[in-house]
């Protein structure tokens, strides 16, 4: 069975203290794996796909990182507008894409 | 360009009630899929639609159904309602062709008493 493990639960940080959000899954046959932030109420949105392991993909202040067992969000600088849940998602050749739990990031001005 | 739409945006029930969810996919996208969230958790799959037919599903019982239709549209239905039916049920779609990038609408807010 496709498993995603999302690490910390919860993190919180000062504006501009930099930190990484950790993804790890255990899937049969990776499709991608993707990044989505998800503000409280509202639907997740599309930040980031990586396809194979050594790929990097930026967007302003967020880096996201892939290895075969794992992806890094790398958050440089955060600002208070940074908080929100990130969540990590690994789609299959099944088809089916399976979520974490998210990482709730809160940024303290 | 509009983004995926659903409606409605909440909706209150009563166990063993019927209810019909509505999604509408970005224009030019033909895959819609369904998830169920609940509060602390993320999405849980449950269907996945393209061209109409049914692509994939989830862990969920035969009380949950969908259809799509021609113009991409789709409806979650769920029967029989269970208060651990309340959750944000949550659209999205995607082109086929990069099925994991998808496009979230806001969700349905259901809420089962």
């Known amino acids: 069975e496709d498993q995603v493990t999302q690490s910390p639960e919860a993190l919180r940080l000062q504006e501009g203290e930099s930190s990484s959000l950790n993804c790890s899954y255990t899937v049969s046959g990776l499709r991608g794996l993707f990044w989505y932030r998800q503000d409280p109420g509202k639907g997740p949105e599309f930040l980031f796909t990586l396809y194979s392991a050594g790929e990097e993909k930026e967007k302003e202040r967020l880096k996201a990182t892939l290895t075969k067992k794992e992806s890094f969000l790398h958050i440089t600088a955060p600002k208070p507008e940074d908080s929100a849940t990130y969540l990590c998602a690994v789609n299959t050749n099944a088809g089916k894409s399976t979520f974490g739990d998210g990482t709730t990031l809160t940024v303290k001005p | 360009d509009a983004g995926v739409t659903q409606s409605p945006t909440h909706l209150i029930k009563t166990r063993g009630q019927q209810v019909t969810l509505r999604c509408s996919p970005i224009s030019g996208h033909k895959s819609v899929s369904w998830y169920q969230q609940v509060l602390g958790q993320g999405p849980q799959f449950i269907f996945q639609y393209y061209e109409k037919e049914e692509r994939g599903r989830g862990n969920f019982p035969d009380r949950f159904s969908a259809r799509q239709f021609p113009n991409y549209s789709s409806e979650l239905n769920v029967n029989a309602l269970l208060l651990g039916d309340s959750a944000l049920y949550l659209c999205?779609?995607?082109?086929?062709?990069?099925?994991?990038?998808?496009?979230f609408g806001p969700g349905t807010r259901l809420l089962v008493l």
């Open positions: 999205a779609s995607s082109l086929m062709r990069d099925p994991g990038t998808q496009y």
